[in-house]
T-cell receptor
Framework: NAGVTQTPKFQVLKTGQSMTLQCAQD?????MSWYRQDPGMGLRLIHY???????DQGEVPNGYNVSRSTTEDFPLRLLSAAPSQTSVYFC????????????FGPGTRLTVT | RKEVEQDPGPFNVPEGATVAFNCTYS??????FFWYRQDCRKEPKLLMS???SGNEDGRFTAQLNRASQYISLLIRDSKLSDSATYLC?????????????FGRGTSLIVHP
């Protein structure tokens, strides 16, 4: 089992460009989420999903979109990249909303210039 | 007051030492608690859940004090490989939003 995979591992964007960060899991987990981690800050939740077809906003959703058409995939779209979105992005999965144990992907390091 | 607070450290200890970290939380209705470990430039990995009765996993012991609203992690017989950042996570009450709150982490350095 691959667990949680993320692509790409690294990405450099220019301000205003758009892109999609990919997250896939083979753990059959219902709960999936996206976090960003910045120096000196805790992990902050961007968006999450409790199942296919259901998404909701986290703490810092502005500038990001998500969709969940399948259990396995949960892509994160940056609509118009800004330098403030330079960060490390982690995707995580969990068994469900009654069990908050989460399993993280290896992360995507994004730089916006 | 921040929702979840941790001493950032670093805690610098020799091999074999016992070290303990605390994590305080502000929401008394919080439902579940976890410790994660994060190595430099890697993803967080679940270390252990924290149960009301306390729980132990080898050299690691986690405890919850609801009255004082903190959780703790005790590491006995520290190894060099324990060097990492330890994140506490507090999850909301059942039926609420599914937005866990991460602490900023406590850095542990174990030296020879």
């Amino acid at each position: 089992n691959a667990g949680v995979t993320q692509t790409p591992k690294f990405q450099v964007l220019k301000t205003g460009q758009s892109m999609t960060l990919q997250c896939a899991q083979d753990m059959n987990h219902e709960y999936m989420s996206w976090y960003r981690q910045d120096p000196g800050m805790g992990l902050r939740l961007i968006h999450y999903s409790v199942g296919a077809g259901i998404t909701d906003q986290g703490e810092v959703p502005n500038g990001y979109n998500v969709s969940r058409s399948t259990t396995e995939d949960f892509p994160l779209r940056l609509l118009s990249a800004a330098p403030s979105q330079t960060s490390v992005y982690f995707c995580a999965t969990g068994r469900g909303t009654e069990n908050y144990e989460q399993y993280f992907g290896p992360g995507t390091r994004l730089t916006v210039t | 007051r921040k929702e979840v607070e941790q001493d950032p450290g670093p805690f610098n200890v020799p091999e074999g030492a016992t070290v303990a970290f605390n994590c305080t939380y502000s929401n008394s209705a919080s439902q579940s608690f976890f410790w994660y470990r994060q190595d430099c430039r890697k993803e967080p990995k679940l270390l252990m859940s924290v149960y009301s009765s306390g729980n132990e996993d080898g050299r690691f012991t986690a405890q919850l004090n609801r009255a004082s609203q903190y959780i703790s992690l005790l590491i006995r017989d520290s190894k060099l490989s324990d060097s990492a950042t330890y994140l506490c996570v507090v999850n909301p009450s059942a039926g609420g939003s599914y937005i866990p709150t991460f602490g900023r982490g406590t850095s542990l350095i174990v030296h020879p």
